[in-house]
Nanobody, 119 residues
Framework: VQLVESGGGSVQAGGSLRLSCAAS????????MGWFRQAPGKERERVAT???????NYADFVKGRFTISKDNAKNTLYLQMNSLKVEDTAMYYC??????????????WGQGTQVTVSR
């Protein structure tokens, strides 16, 4: 299993970024996939998940601003981030679960992509 994130960068508050995660080595469409983030000095936190049946779930702090989606034909997971805030600054990670319903503990992780939001 390989997960490769891209799309991070620096943006001003209020701006947008779209993260991508290219997946390979497993039957992508049947697995729960997720985006997580970790800021310096803070614990990793779940941002959003999309299960094997395309049901999505968001952390409260991104609801209405971020959208998780996937393109099964391209084996790619996305995170559209709008109305970015300074507190969204973190390393963002793509993760894959072994189950369709996000119950397997996300054993597979990408290397991360940095998102920096400035005032």
């Amino acid at each position: 299993v390989q997960l490769v994130e891209s799309g991070g960068g620096s943006v001003q508050a209020g701006g947008s970024l779209r993260l991508s995660c290219a997946a390979s080595g497993f039957t992508y469409s049947y697995h729960c996939m997720g985006w997580f983030r970790q800021a310096p000095g803070k614990e990793r936190e779940r941002v959003a998940t999309i299960n094997g049946y395309d049901a999505t779930n968001y952390a409260d702090f991104v609801k209405g601003r971020f959208t998780i989606s996937k393109d099964n034909a391209k084996n790619t997971l996305y995170l559209q981030m709008n109305s970015l805030k300074v507190e969204d600054t973190a390393m963002y990670y793509c993760a894959a679960d072994l189950t369709s319903f996000c119950l397997g503990g996300f054993p597979y992780w990408g290397q991360g992509t940095q998102v920096t939001v400035s005032r």
